[in-house]
């Protein structure tokens, strides 16, 4: 009987232990409750850049493996350029012939503008031409109309007043020929100066071309510069399942390169834990893969929108089988000790994380 009296003692003082162990638990975890919220929703994200080449052609040259870390702008792999080389050297060819358009156009104009320099000094020296023959011309009128009078009044010959007449005659035969020579030599202005205009916009048309082909020419230079396939960030490669003479095509998605510096995490927490939580409050983390690392962090950014709604299939709460559900919204917490390198690095894009936001 003493035996069993010591047992059910001995019971008596662990349940009453246990007891104290879980209220003094549950008073710490309602405490804590009061001014921090947690939840274990949460994973490391990075930048994932994935490799795609904007250019089809076969793979000449791979030069990484899985997994590799790579520098900005480290050769990734290339793709056989010889196509794109044969490409350029005709844009070449072509720029040139177009250039050579031009020259020919701009030597046009100046041949059709000495044109219209020599029919000006022409028209202008026939126009002085013209002054002088009415001026004969109106000596030789004024002449004849004397001779006419005294030829009536019996006072000349009649060969004297023919000689008159002739020389009338003469004179505006000749202001009639130097008008018909002024009119054709202000034709050929005008077609020179046409012609001039005409060559004016032939150049432009050969610079517009020339514009044209240069376009064609930089964008063979790109399309052979794109054959070599460089980092755009420093990061770690996913697996790389390429090898030589494997056909790739523009926007075809061949592999990833991770950030390896920026990284943050998404914590989705419930939309009943949302109320006391805002930007810039301080967030205690532990990494699920490294228990005993020390890393802290502050929320900078919450969803627009729940996780839900950003789904493929997003919930449609109108069919008539409503069952009400506790919705999450990602929140953003950016790493306040994200200088340590080395610590970084352990860290890995989906790697699960618990999270303590401390609300006050």
Same mark, same amino acid.
């Given at each position: 009987?003493?035996?069993?009296?010591?047992?059910?003692?001995? &019971?008596?003082?662990?349940?009453?232990?246990?007891?104290?162990?879980?209220?003094?638990?549950?008073?710490?975890?309602?405490?804590?409750?009061?001014?921090?919220?947690?939840? /274990?929703?949460?994973?490391?994200?990075? $930048?994932?850049?994935?490799?795609?080449?904007?250019?089809?052609?076969?793979?000449?040259?791979?030069?990484?493996?899985?997994?590799?870390?790579?520098?900005?702008?480290?050769?990734?792999?290339?793709?056989?350029?010889?196509?794109?080389?044969?490409?350029?050297?005709?844009?070449?060819? $072509?720029?040139? %012939?177009?250039?050579?358009?031009?020259?020919?156009?701009?030597?046009?104009? #100046?041949?059709?503008?000495?044109?219209?320099?020599?029919?000006? %000094?022409?028209?202008?020296?026939?126009?002085? $031409?013209?002054?002088?023959?009415?001026?004969?011309?109106?000596?030789?009128?004024? +002449?004849? !109309?004397?001779?006419?009078?005294?030829?009536?009044?019996?006072?000349?010959?009649?060969?004297?007043?023919? @000689?008159?007449?002739?020389?009338?005659?003469?004179?505006? !035969?000749? =202001?009639?020929?130097?008008? /018909?020579?002024?009119? *054709?030599?202000?034709?050929?202005?005008?077609?020179?100066?046409?012609?001039?205009?005409?060559?004016?916009? @032939? =150049?432009?048309? *050969?610079?517009?071309?020339?514009?044209?082909?240069?376009?064609? &020419?930089?964008?063979?230079?790109?399309?052979?510069?794109?054959?070599? =396939?460089? %980092?755009?960030? +420093?990061?770690?490669?996913?697996?790389?399942?390429?090898?030589?003479?494997?056909? &790739?095509?523009?926007?075809?998605?061949?592999?990833?390169?991770?950030?390896?510096?920026?990284?943050?995490?998404?914590?989705?927490?419930?939309?009943?834990?949302?109320?006391?939580?805002?930007?810039?409050?301080?967030?205690?983390?532990?990494? +699920?893969?490294?228990?005993?690392?020390?890393?802290? #962090?502050?929320?900078? %950014?919450?969803?627009?929108?729940? #996780?839900?709604?950003?789904?493929?299939?997003?919930?449609?709460?109108?069919?008539?089988?409503?069952?009400?559900?506790?919705?999450?919204?990602?929140?953003?917490? /950016?790493?306040?000790?994200?200088? /340590?390198?080395?610590?970084?690095?352990?860290?890995?894009?989906?790697?699960?994380?618990?999270?303590? =936001?401390?609300?006050?």
């Amino acid at each position: 009987m003493e035996n069993n009296k010591k047992t059910n003692k001995k &019971v008596g003082i662990a349940i009453a232990v246990l007891f104290g162990i879980g209220v003094l638990w549950g008073t710490y975890k309602f405490v804590h409750s009061l001014s921090h919220e947690s939840t /274990d929703d949460a994973q490391i994200q990075a $930048n994932m850049s994935p490799i795609i080449p904007h250019i089809s052609g076969y793979i000449n040259q791979v030069y990484v493996t899985d997994n590799q870390f790579v520098k900005k702008g480290d050769t990734l792999f290339t793709i056989d350029d010889r196509d794109y080389l044969v490409k350029l050297e005709q844009a070449r060819a $072509n720029l040139a %012939a177009v250039q050579s358009q031009v020259s020919v156009a701009k030597a046009g104009i #100046g041949s059709y503008q000495a044109n219209v320099g020599v029919t000006k %000094a022409q028209v202008s020296s026939a126009e002085g $031409n013209i002054e002088s023959a009415k001026i004969k011309l109106w000596r030789a009128t004024n +002449d004849f !109309q004397r001779y006419e009078n005294l030829y009536a009044n019996h006072s000349i010959t009649e060969q004297q007043y023919e @000689q008159a007449l002739a020389a009338k005659q003469e004179a505006e !035969q000749q =202001v009639k020929v130097l008008q /018909d020579q002024q009119r *054709a030599r202000a034709n050929q202005k005008t077609a020179a100066v046409s012609q001039t205009n005409i060559s004016k916009k @032939q =150049v432009a048309v *050969a610079e517009a071309n020339v514009k044209s082909a240069q376009a064609v &020419v930089d964008a063979a230079q790109l399309n052979l510069d794109y054959s070599v =396939v460089t %980092a755009p960030i +420093d990061g770690q490669l996913s697996n790389v399942d390429l090898q030589s003479g494997q056909f &790739v095509s523009p926007g075809q998605s061949l592999f990833y390169l991770v950030d390896a510096h920026k990284k943050w995490i998404v914590a989705n927490f419930k939309e009943t834990q949302l109320e006391k939580i805002k930007l810039g409050q301080k967030v205690s983390i532990e990494v +699920d893969a490294f228990p005993k690392l020390e890393l802290e #962090g502050a929320i900078t %950014a919450f969803s627009p929108a729940t #996780g839900a709604r950003f789904s493929l299939l997003p919930p449609d709460n109108a069919t008539g089988n409503f069952v009400k559900t506790v919705q999450r919204l990602p929140i953003k917490i /950016d790493f306040t000790n994200a200088n /340590d390198t080395l610590v970084m690095n352990k860290l890995k894009s989906g790697m699960n994380v618990d999270v303590d =936001v401390h609300l006050k």
